[in-house]
């Protein structure tokens, strides 16, 4: 799926750079502490904050918001956990995450044309249970002993 658990970016300079990525794409929080595993995880939320304010925006018709928000949610897929995955070594996995991801950017595109909510919520629900396993198995990467440095 990514690089490997322990390290999902694969070398510790990726991980930096990922950071970078991180702080462009507007996920605002502590990035700088962050362990890889932890980057992604906050990929997810920030995916879930922004298709939630891209409904809220278009509940209340303001389509400069929705716009946005649907951008934000799309950069956080395609430059972040899309640019994630290692799909060399990844295997199965890797390669369903980036159809899945690939397919949530035709939703979220669709959504804005059509200005569709029930395409926004396909695409919450969707990236929930991708978001719940990743969490699931913080507890495992932090149980595993550091690598050592490349």
């Known amino acids: 799926?990514?690089?490997a658990l322990?390290?999902?970016f694969g070398r510790p300079a990726a991980a930096a750079g990922f950071a970078a990525t991180y702080r462009q794409i507007g996920?605002?929080?502590g990035v700088t502490g962050a362990t890889p595993h932890?980057?992604?995880g906050l990929l997810f939320d920030g995916f879930v904050d922004a298709v939630s304010r891209a409904r809220g925006a278009l509940g209340q018709r303001d389509m400069e918001a929705k716009g946005r928000a649907i951008d934000h949610a799309m950069r956080i897929i395609e430059e972040g956990l899309k640019a994630?995955?290692?799909l060399r070594s990844g295997g199965k996995l890797a390669a369903d995450l980036n159809e899945l991801y690939a397919y949530l950017v035709r939703r979220l595109a669709n959504a804005h044309l059509r200005n569709d909510d029930a395409a926004l919520a396909e695409c919450q629900?969707?990236?929930?249970?991708?978001?719940?396993?990743?969490?699931?198995?913080?507890?495992q990467i932090a149980a595993q002993p550091a690598a050592a440095p490349r």
């Open 1 to 3: 799926m990514y690089a």
């Open 6 to 8: 322990a390290s999902p």
């Open 27 to 29: 996920v605002e929080t």
């Open 38 to 40: 932890q980057l992604v």
């Open 84 to 86: 994630g995955l290692d």
């Open 125 to 139: 629900r969707l990236i929930e249970p991708v978001r719940q396993a990743w969490t699931g198995i913080g507890a």
